[in-house]
Nanobody, 121 residues
Framework: QVQLAESGGGLVLAGDSLRLSCAASVRTSSRGWFRQAPGKEREFVAAISNFGITNYADAVKGRFTISRDNTANTVYLQMNNLKPEDTAVYYC??????????????????WGQGTQVTVSS
């Protein structure tokens, strides 16, 4: 059983930056970040394969960067130029497939508890 633990959320002002971290209890394959804003469905943010191939949602391209440290079983989400519409609970996930970096939540087998990101204008 893979356990995922997110950290790094908080309250920031528009234009600020935050870095989220997600530590896994064991070595994992592809990793993803999703988010869920109040009253909305959970949506894809970014993903990274075991070999570093990345994929981003259009809403965050150019502002967010996903990366991973395989030696530490940790994935990061660097979020720059944050906007109020980025406010959400951010969830870390892990997929069983090595190469998958898509947005299909059903392909991700494990999920963290989430960390709140609030961007104030």
């Amino acid at each position: 059983q893979v356990q995922l633990a997110e950290s790094g959320g908080g309250l920031v002002l528009a234009g600020d930056s935050l870095r989220l971290s997600c530590a896994a209890s064991v070595r994992t394959s592809s990793r993803g970040w999703f988010r869920q804003a109040p009253g909305k469905e959970r949506e894809f943010v970014a993903a990274i394969s075991n070999f570093g191939i990345t994929n981003y949602a259009d809403a965050v391209k150019g502002r967010f960067t996903i990366s991973r440290d395989n030696t530490a079983n940790t994935v990061y989400l660097q979020m720059n130029n944050l906007k109020p519409e980025d406010t959400a609970v951010y969830y870390c996930s892990a997929a069983g497939a090595t190469y998958y970096t898509g947005s299909n939540q059903g392909r991700y087998d494990y999920w963290g508890q989430g960390t709140q990101v609030t961007v104030s204008s």
